[in-house]
């Protein structure tokens, strides 16, 4: 991995904050938008990132360890550009892929192929990008005759097939990956797994990585970042990020 110092920034998060209102109800959250009055049926505040400052160097292979509710998702949401810091800023430099939430964002109307199409332009593709990506995602996806169907005629599997087939497809500069992600039967499993080996094994790809398991964060990443209630607890080599996190169990 090209983790020097000299590697351009691909991640900056500059005293990030970002704090989740509960309300007593969906009614009040509803209610909260238009009235600053009445703060009663505010239970109370989370801060699922609380002043949260790293860089990530283009290359780097980077692991985020953390119990329930550490703040890892919410960390990765921000990258992806799903939810917003309420304080600070991240700066993200590269194309994006996330293996989270696959199935989202597809139209259910439109067929597998024509919502590769969608995507690549919601992506800012060009015509010739997308048409060279095509054949990527059907080879991959596997779909057989479904993929020229619309896809509310899919079942889940076939969804997440299709969203994964995307979004390692389109040689992300960054991959975002949720180990507790599992996609469709077991063969297709071990073919996703062998592919996010190979973009992870790709140095010029940044990965960051959410797990519970230190033995897959050592095999896939370098660094290790442990967090805690939405603060940064440990930042440094994968095994001594890892023997951080198992004395603090
Ligand atoms: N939309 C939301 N509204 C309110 N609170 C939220 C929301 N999303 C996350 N939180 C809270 O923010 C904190 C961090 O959650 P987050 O999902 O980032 O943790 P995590 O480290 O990914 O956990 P896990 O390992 O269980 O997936 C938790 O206390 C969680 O309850």
Known sequence: MSSSAEAPVAIKFDHVTKTYKLYENDRQRFFSIFSSRDKRKLITKVNASNDL????????????????GAGKSTALKMITGVTFP???????????SALLELTAGFDMALT?????????????LDADEIAALEPKVVEFADLG???DQPVRTYSSGMKSRLGFAFAVSSDPEILVVDEALSV????????????????MEDENVTVLFVTHSSSA???????????????????????D????????E
């Open 145 to 147: 005759v479904y993929i």
């Open 217 to 239: 964060a050592q095999e896939f990443c370098t660094r290790g970042i442990v967090l805690d209630k939405g603060t940064k607890k440990f930042d440094g080599s994968i095994q």
């Open 53 to 68: 400052s790293f860089e990530i160097k283009k290359g780097e292979a980077v692991a985020f360890l953390g119990h329930n």
């Open 184 to 199: 469709g039967d077991k063969q297709f499993q071990q073919k996703c797994f062998a592919r996010v080996r190979e973009i």
């Open 112 to 124: 597998g192929r024509e919502n590769i199409h969608l995507r690549g332009h919601a992506m800012g």
């Open 241 to 248: 990020a890892i023997a951080f996190y198992e004395s603090h």
């Open 86 to 96: 309420t304080k600070g800023e991240v700066i993200v430099n590269g194309t994006v």
